[in-house]
């Protein structure tokens, strides 16, 4: 089984993979065109992928480069945009995505950046998913390693192209057909000078869909439960759940969800334990049984003064800090509401006597060094089957996982599911995957697929309050640089 654990590769393997990265961002940065990134350069990708140990390289320098857009503008994104954050007073990162004021030419803030370090992502895969067939003829005896290496590739292609889907892309149920506008599908590297236009949303899911399912074959062999550093059989079946929900596909989001769930080998962590999934950078939260199904360890890299860690949860630097509406949802029994789970109030600096998130920290230091990003937890899945049977009229099947989510946060209580009406049952599931998935950036996305306006709370200092569903400030625009490159490409309504 290969454990892409940074902490766990000795120091030489360290220093290849960083100069690896150099050559990545040197050749991305140089690129005439967004899509056209060939990140290792012809004679770098030649050399690299001569042998299995590049492969395995190549492999690791693509989850660091997707720790990199999930940690950074991508991974704040789902929040900021959302109504669960006010700004502070030296707030300045993301503030246009904030205020809904982004523009094509923002192409070195979130506007670019999330466009164009995701798709390093999928070319960095796409190379490697052309080099593993020749390597196993090459290598027969290493054709396990090669199958490992290749479905993890698969699934972060998928992954990289959902993630632009749900930025730049209206959500799959905005036309009946899903025949709107998605993002340009890459399964290779473009030709120089060649032009490449945006797929359907439909043919966009239709590919996400294809690579997960593609690579649960070469996947299953390794369908080892004390792995959550990199992507796992069970990742991929936890992803299918997700994308099938975003999808309208109810059916399908409850048979991936109930595959994970019913799985021995994950069980959601104890209210006790509950803080540990967040902060503790170990392979396993609950061995061998553990919530987290994915996540990316941030160990061995200096955190930035643009990341999800400090912006949202340094005590001394964070810039945005909790809404009352989202604070207004937890009770006083909530373990999540407290200092020891997911809010900490500073005693000094910048925000003192303000609540900022404590999801990844301890509560009481700086975020200097955060350990870990979640991708995919379990309590997710039954948050996503709670939601599929509510829309497939199974109102008791949708109370039974709200409630099991909800007694786990309050472990002193009897919880018992009550409603007025199937919508108050709805309001119910929309607040409690909230409450338990805030700060993990969901709340923006979950409400443009639901087709929800957003509507701030009374303490909104933004100068966009509310927006009314559909609208086009629900997406960012295609950055200038690709549309100027790129003659096939269309940009977003609202941004001409």
């Known amino acids: 089984m290969l454990v892409y654990n940074i902490k766990k590769i000795e120091m030489k393997k360290i220093n290849y993979i960083l100069i690896l990265l150099a050559i990545f961002s040197v050749a991305f940065v140089s690129c005439k065109k967004f899509l056209e990134k060939e990140p290792i ?114 699934v972060m292609r998928a992954l990289g192209h959902f993630d632009l889907s749900r930025v730049y892309a209206q959500p799959y149920n905005y036309t009946a057909d899903a025949s709107h506008l998605g993002i340009p599908v890459l399964l290779k590297t473009p030709s120089p000078g060649q032009t490449v236009p945006r797929n359907t949303m439909k043919e966009t899911y239709d590919q996400i869909i294809a690579d997960l399912k593609a690579s649960l074959p070469f996947l299953q062999q390794y369908a080892n439960h004390t792995t959550q550093f990199s992507i796992s059989y069970h990742a991929a079946l936890a992803l299918l759940s997700r994308v099938y929900l975003y999808k309208g596909d109810w059916e399908q989001s409850i048979t991936y969800a109930n595959l994970v769930i019913n799985d021995s080998g994950y069980q959601l962590a104890t209210a006790a334990n509950y803080k540990s999934v967040f902060i503790n950078n170990t392979t396993s939260e609950t061995s061998p049984k553990t919530e987290t199904i994915f996540k990316l360890t941030n160990s061995g890299f200096k955190n930035s003064d643009i990341s999800v860690f400090s912006i949202l949860s340094d005590i001394s630097i964070a810039q945005y800090t909790p809404s009352a509406k989202l604070l207004s949802i937890f009770d006083a029994d909530d373990i999540r509401s407290g200092s020891n789970a997911m809010f900490n109030r500073p005693a000094t600096g910048n925000n003192a006597g303000k609540l900022i998130t404590a999801k990844y920290v301890d509560g009481s230091a700086s975020t200097a060094n955060p350990s870990a990003i979640q991708i995919i937890r379990l309590s997710e899945l039954y948050l996503n089957r709670a939601e ?100 096939a490409m269309i940009q977003n309504p609202g941004y001409q």
């Open 388 to 487: 599929a049977n509510w829309n497939l009229q199974k109102y008791p099947e949708a109370a039974e996982d709200l409630r099991i989510i909800s007694q786990r946060a309050h472990p002193t209580v009897n919880i018992t599911i009550t409603y007025n009406s199937t919508a108050d049952l709805y309001r119910q599931i929309a607040n409690e995957r909230n409450r338990e998935l805030c700060f993990e950036d969901h709340r923006f996305f979950d409400l443009v697929r639901r087709k929800e306006s957003l509507q701030r709370g009374t303490d909104c200092n933004s100068s966009v309050c509310s927006l009314t569903y559909p609208n086009n400030k629900f997406v960012l625009p295609i950055p200038t640089k690709e549309l100027e490159a790129n003659k």
């Open 41 to 154: 350069g012809k004679t770098g990708k030649i050399t690299l992928f001569e042998t299995v140990n590049g492969a395995q390289m190549a492999n690791i320098g693509s989850y660091n480069l997707m720790l990199g857009y999930y940690k950074s503008y991508f991974g704040m994104y789902g929040e900021i945009a959302s109504d669960n954050l006010i700004q502070g007073s030296k707030a300045s990162v993301m503030l246009p995505q904030f205020n809904f004021q982004g523009i094509p030419g923002d192409d070195a803030l979130a506007v670019g950046n999330i466009w164009s370090s995701i798709y390093a992502v999928i070319n960095n895969v796409n190379n490697i998913l052309e080099a593993v067939p020749e390597l196993k003829s090459k290598f027969p005896a290493e054709t396990k390693t090669l199958d490992s290496i290749y479905g993890q590739a698969l």
